[in-house]
């Protein structure tokens, strides 16, 4: 089992930048696929971006891509989401979620993820 804490997120105006990170907890976090997921108000959780237990295969969606970046450190036990040219369309709670079954493989879909942190608040402001 890995526990997650996001940590990173806040308020920031249109085009600015954040970096959120997510802290997992247990010695199996290397073997782990992860993603980062966002949902808004009113709006369904989807898929932001995912990167697989290596880091050697990435995946974006269509509305982050070229400005958003995902990257780990597995000696740190922590994934990255670099966000820049933020946008009031990006605000929402972002989540990271860890997916075991599937290590060298990027879902998109949320069920396919196990392990989920309690999510932090990005707010870009127009």
């Known amino acids: 089992q890995v526990q997650l804490v996001e940590s990173g997120g806040g308020l920031v105006q249109t085009g600015g930048s954040l970096r959120l990170s997510c802290a997992a907890s247990?010695?199996?976090?290397?073997?782990?696929?992860m993603g980062w997921f966002r949902q808004a108000p009113g709006k369904e959780r989807e898929f932001v971006a995912g990167?697989?237990?290596?880091?050697?295969?990435?995946a974006y969606a269509d509305s982050v891509k070229g400005r958003f970046t995902i990257s780990r450190d597995n000696a740190k036990n922590t994934v990255y989401l670099h966000m820049n040219s933020l946008k009031p369309e990006d605000t929402a709670v972002y989540y990271c979620?860890?997916?075991?079954?599937?290590?060298?493989?990027?879902?998109?879909?949320?069920?396919?993820?196990?392990?989920w942190g309690q999510g932090t608040q990005v707010t870009v402001s127009s």
């Open positions: 990167i697989t237990y290596d880091g050697g295969k990435l």
């Open positions: 979620a860890a997916d075991p079954s599937k290590p060298g493989f990027v879902s998109r879909s949320s069920n396919e993820y196990d392990y």
């Open positions: 247990g010695r199996t976090f290397s073997w782990y696929a």
